[in-house]
């Protein structure tokens, strides 16, 4: 009996206040009127094949692997970072570099490869040294410029919502529900902290990428950086995310970084070295549940499936023209590295990575075909070699009624890449830190002055000689 009046005076408030939403939505900024959680992109066709990969240098003129990419006849292709390598500080070297790759014969055919409906789609994120530095972060002075190049290299419209945000994080979508699947990009450099110490990776000498990892490596066994509040996606970027995740009414939700996001290997970048970051990137996906969740990412020279078929799998590819295995230094240690980090790996299979050129695989097959109403979404990743060779794969099967929460429970046992330790080992390693400077400040003192005695001595006898 009072429900009814409540409700009248409830639509009698709600109906003007709607009102008003969409009118101060409208008036302003017709931009603005997109619903929220709208993808920048929408395309009309179900995603069926998504290629990705990174890592592309230009001194390799030629690039046969894209060739293999083609004749998989995917619907997109997807950079997941490292289109270039030109390291830049002056635009010019920026533009450079994307045109070096604009140009590659093999990708360039690819890319101009579209059939009547535009397939494939190109698109994607860049990582550190497309955005123009080697571990590079929100203090990079010629992001806004790198911003619009990249955009411009992956043939972004100049209408596009994307040309008007800082940042080139953006959302695609493919297919209409129930056969809809929504791809999340994240920009893991425009806005991200530096590390817990900035990485001597951005300074162009040689040898600094290695030392950089090695500190990485250090300050996470160590257990340095446990509680980091660093940020990598910053206040606009987060709040863009959630949007996109809430009520989405996508069956299957990619979630591209271009760094690892749940990896336990230390010496690289990734989300672990931003614990406070990943655990709020966690926390939002337990609370939006996406549907269908999987990640992609680059970045690190070789492919590997880390996580559980059963909760939430990540698959990275890296390189399309280089790799790990033929590093000049860091060659020989990769495989023996790689096995040293086994943990994370896909259900426990500590062999699920692949260390030579590769590229990545997305199939998404809804169940029962061509069914107005699938019952089952499946998910087959793959990195596939030069040859387009499966050697890592990794299956996802989830039923479309099940409740989307349960998998993401497996985000609560991504342990800390941080080890956890005792402030007495932290209060040892400052010791021997201490002590190592102490005696390597003496030796080197020692060995100066040697010099100019030796020196001086040479230059006194010359002068006695002559
Ligand atoms: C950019 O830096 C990376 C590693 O720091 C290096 O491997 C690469 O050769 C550099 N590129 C150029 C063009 O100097
Ligand atoms: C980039 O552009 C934004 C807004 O257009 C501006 O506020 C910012 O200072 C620019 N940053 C740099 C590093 O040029
Ligand atoms: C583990 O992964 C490797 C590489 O993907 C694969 O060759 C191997 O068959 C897998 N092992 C098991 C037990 O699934
Ligand atoms: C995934 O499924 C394919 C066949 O559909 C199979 O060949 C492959 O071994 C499976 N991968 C894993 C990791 O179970």
Redesign the pocket.
């Known amino acids: 009996m009072i429900r009814q009046p409540l409700r009248n005076m409830l639509s009698g408030v709600a109906e003007p206040f709607l009102f008003l939403v969409v009118l101060t939505c409208c008036l302003p900024d017709a931009a603005v009127c997109q619903p929220s959680g709208g993808s920048d992109l929408q395309l009309p066709f179900e995603l069926r094949r998504l290629a990705f990969g990174s890592c592309a240098k230009q001194k390799y003129v030629r690039q046969p692997i894209w060739d293999v990419v083609a004749a998989t006849q995917p619907d997109a292709f997807i950079w997941t970072g490292d289109a270039h390598y030109a390291n830049c500080s002056s635009v010019a070297c920026l533009r450079e570099g994307y045109a070096k790759q604009s140009s590659v014969p093999e990708y360039a055919a690819f890319v101009g490869s579209k059939d009547a409906d535009g397939r494939p789609v190109v698109g994607g994120m860049w990582d550190d040294h497309d955005y123009g530095v080697n571990d590079g972060g929100q203090f990079y002075s010629l992001k806004n410029t790198s911003q619009s190049l990249f955009l411009d290299f992956i043939g972004v419209p100049t209408d596009s919502p994307r040309r008007s945000r800082q940042g080139v994080y953006s959302s695609l979508s493919f297919g209409t529900p129930p056969h809809k699947t929504k791809l999340l990009m994240l920009d893991t450099r425009f806005f991200r902290d530096w590390p817990l110490l900035p990485s001597v990776g951005s300074i162009r000498l040689p040898g600094s990428a290695f030392i950089g990892a090695l500190v990485r490596f250090s300050l996470a066994f160590f257990g340095f950086g446990e509680g980091y509040s660093g940020d990598v996606l910053g206040e606009d970027q987060w709040m863009w995310l959630e949007e996109q995740l809430t009520h989405s009414d996508a069956a299957v939700h990619v979630i591209l970084s271009s760094i690892q996001i749940m990896t336990m290997c230390a010496v690289f970048e990734s989300w672990g070295h931003f614990p406070i970051a990943r655990q709020r990137l966690f926390s939002l996906l337990q609370r939006t549940k996406p549907k269908g969740l999987i990640f992609i990412s680059g970045d690190v020279h070789f492919g590997e499936?880390i996580g559980k078929s059963s909760g939430v799998v990540e698959v990275t590819s890296s390189g399309l023209t280089h790799s790990c295995a033929t590093a000049t230094l860091v060659g020989p240690l990769c495989e023996p590295l790689l096995v040293r980090c086994p943990h994370m790996r896909l259900d426990h299979?500590a062999?699920?990575y692949?260390v030579r050129e590769n590229f990545g695989l997305l199939d998404v097959r809804f169940e029962p075909p061509d069914a107005p109403t699938p019952k089952r979404v499946h998910l087959h990743a793959a990195v596939l070699d030069e040859d387009g060779r499966e050697?890592?794969?990794a299956n996802v099967t989830r039923s479309l009624s099940d409740d989307p929460s349960v998998p993401l429970r497996y985000l609560d046992e991504v342990p800390s890449l941080i080890r956890h330790t005792s402030p007495v080992t932290k209060g040892a390693v400052f010791a021997v830190l201490g002590l190592v400077m102490l005696v390597g400040g003496q030796v080197f003192v020692v060995l100066c002055v040697s010099i100019l005695r030796l020196c001086s001595g040479k230059k006194k006898g010359k002068r006695k000689t002559g």
Do not use: E, L, M
């Open positions: 499936a299979n062999t699920a692949y050697r890592i794969t």
